[in-house]
């Protein structure tokens, strides 16, 4: 019997193989490998989709923040708050800028930047919030916005959810298309959205050494743009991403039948307002590290998503924070399991990962 794989992107690749091949065949013919037509397009089609009235491509996530809190003035003698649940690259990106990370405690039932707790990681040189849509969903934007300092949303995981129907909230959103997301480029690719039409043209220009005109150059920038055949593939799996992210959302409601009465297990949900698009299925469990490793001997594959918070990696020791600062980030970081999830999961897979699960904890 074959393993459950943690994601299947093979499946998903067979769903568009077709019409990326005959785009790649396109670009091929053309040689527009650099800002070509299925870039623009691409960046029309992304930013309808979102809400927006602008969309830059980028060269990935991580690029897709620093360029975001670099339009809107974020450097050194700035700092940007963040939650400490989340991905290096969410603080990296601040740390690239000259800012400083301030970091505060998530909610301990959805793992999401706690509102609550700004007030007082707030200060004089705040010059950004960046809430994390960790999983597949947003934190409450409103209570975030409410602080009056300018949001840029770290959205690289909640392609398609919205908060009350709206998609975006803060003054930019960035996002990436690494190819586990649920718009999955072939490689690394981002963007930067936004309603205003200046910081768009600062995040384009910032991305393209400093240029909007070839061979002058306004500004210093960085050689950060999206490829056009990684615009082919995420054209493709744009036109496909609302019945995949249902596919995810039916896949979340079974795990929450399958999974119900396990001994120790708690499970994720939608926090109020949220429509979910479960990037990841992220449940908690005790002796997390020997429930991964039964499973593994059982032939299900899974995730951690992260093990070890920003404020406790050796990256971040100047930040001078200790065990016990984020409380409830640690008490998760130890207990989170992210089980197999992806728009073609069967119920045959998903039955193999509750009786697994099941019989490792019962």
Same mark, same amino acid.
């Given at each position: 019997?074959?393993?459950?794989?943690?994601?299947?992107?093979?499946?998903?690749?067979?769903?568009?193989?077709?019409?990326?091949?005959?785009?790649?065949?396109?670009?091929?013919?053309?040689?527009?490998?650099?800002?070509?037509?299925?870039?623009?397009?691409?960046?029309?089609?992304?930013?309808?989709?979102?809400?927006?009235?602008?969309?830059?491509?980028?060269?990935?996530?991580?690029?897709?923040?620093?360029?975001?809190?670099?339009?809107?003035?974020?450097?050194?003698?700035?700092?940007?708050?963040?939650?400490?649940?989340?991905?290096?690259?969410?603080?990296?990106?601040?740390?690239?800028?000259?800012?400083?990370?301030?970091?505060?405690?998530?909610?301990?039932?959805?793992?999401?930047?706690?509102?609550?707790?700004?007030?007082?990681?707030?200060?004089?040189?705040?010059?950004?919030?960046?809430?994390?849509?960790?999983?597949?969903?947003? @934190?409450?934007?409103?209570?975030?916005?409410?602080?009056?300092? @300018?949001?840029?949303?770290?959205?690289?995981?909640?392609?398609?959810?919205?908060?009350?129907?709206?998609?975006?909230?803060?003054?930019?959103?960035?996002?990436?298309?690494?190819?586990?997301?649920?718009?999955?480029?072939?490689?690394?690719?981002?963007?930067?959205?936004?309603?205003?039409?200046?910081?768009?043209?600062?995040?384009?220009?910032?991305?393209?050494?400093?240029?909007?005109?070839?061979?002058?150059?306004?500004?210093?920038?960085?050689?950060?743009?999206?490829?056009?055949?990684?615009?082919?593939?995420?054209?493709?799996?744009?036109?496909?991403?609302?019945?995949?992210?249902?596919?995810?959302?039916?896949?979340?409601?079974?795990?929450?039948?399958?999974?119900?009465?396990?001994?120790?297990?708690?499970?994720?949900?939608?926090?109020?307002?949220?429509?979910?698009?479960?990037?990841?299925?992220?449940?908690?469990?005790?002796?997390?590290?020997?429930?991964? /490793?039964?499973?593994?001997?059982?032939?299900?594959?899974?995730?951690?998503?992260?093990?070890?918070?920003?404020?406790?990696?050796?990256?971040?020791?100047?930040?001078?924070?200790? @065990?016990?600062?984020? @409380?409830?980030?640690?008490?998760?970081?130890?207990?989170?399991?992210?089980?197999?999830?992806?728009?073609?999961?069967?119920?045959? /897979?998903?039955?193999?990962?509750?009786?697994?699960?099941?019989?490792?904890?019962?």
């Amino acid at each position: 019997m074959t393993d459950v794989p943690f994601a299947d992107l093979a499946a998903a690749h067979a769903d568009v193989a077709e019409e990326i091949r005959a785009g790649f065949d396109r670009v091929l013919a053309t040689t527009a490998f650099v800002q070509g037509a299925d870039v623009d397009a691409f960046e029309r089609e992304y930013a309808a989709f979102c809400g927006a009235a602008h969309c830059v491509g980028v060269a990935n996530g991580t690029d897709a923040l620093e360029l975001a809190l670099r339009a809107l003035g974020c450097g050194p003698d700035s700092e940007v708050v963040l939650p400490a649940n989340t991905f290096v690259a969410t603080a990296e990106a601040v740390v690239r800028t000259g800012a400083r990370p301030v970091l505060v405690d998530v909610d301990p039932d959805h793992l999401l930047l706690d509102p609550r707790r700004l007030g007082e990681a707030i200060g004089p040189r705040t010059a950004a919030i960046v809430p994390v849509h960790l999983y597949g969903q947003l @934190p409450p934007m409103a209570a975030v916005a409410a602080h009056g300092i @300018p949001v840029v949303e770290d959205a690289a995981q909640s392609q398609g959810a919205s908060q009350d129907g709206r998609r975006v909230f803060g003054r930019l959103a960035a996002t990436s298309f690494y190819p586990g997301k649920n718009l999955g480029a072939y490689g690394d690719a981002g963007a930067v959205v936004t309603d205003s039409p200046e910081l768009a043209r600062a995040v384009r220009l910032l991305g393209n050494h400093g240029s909007e005109v070839k061979y002058r150059h306004e500004t210093l920038g960085f050689n950060s743009r999206l490829d056009t055949l990684q615009a082919v593939v995420l054209r493709a799996k744009l036109r496909r991403l609302a019945d995949w992210n249902e596919r995810r959302r039916a896949a979340a409601a079974r795990y929450a039948s399958l999974l119900d009465g396990i001994p120790g297990v708690t499970l994720p949900a939608p926090a109020p307002g949220n429509a979910h698009v479960w990037h990841l299925y992220v449940i908690r469990v005790p002796r997390r590290d020997e429930v991964a /490793q039964a499973l593994a001997q059982l032939g299900i594959r899974t995730g951690i998503h992260y093990p070890v918070p920003v404020h406790l990696q050796p990256a971040f020791g100047d930040l001078g924070h200790a @065990p016990g600062d984020f @409380p409830v980030t640690e008490a998760a970081a130890a207990e989170i399991l992210s089980l197999p999830m992806f728009p073609h999961i069967t119920e045959e /897979q998903q039955d193999r990962v509750a009786a697994a699960l099941r019989k490792t904890l019962s």
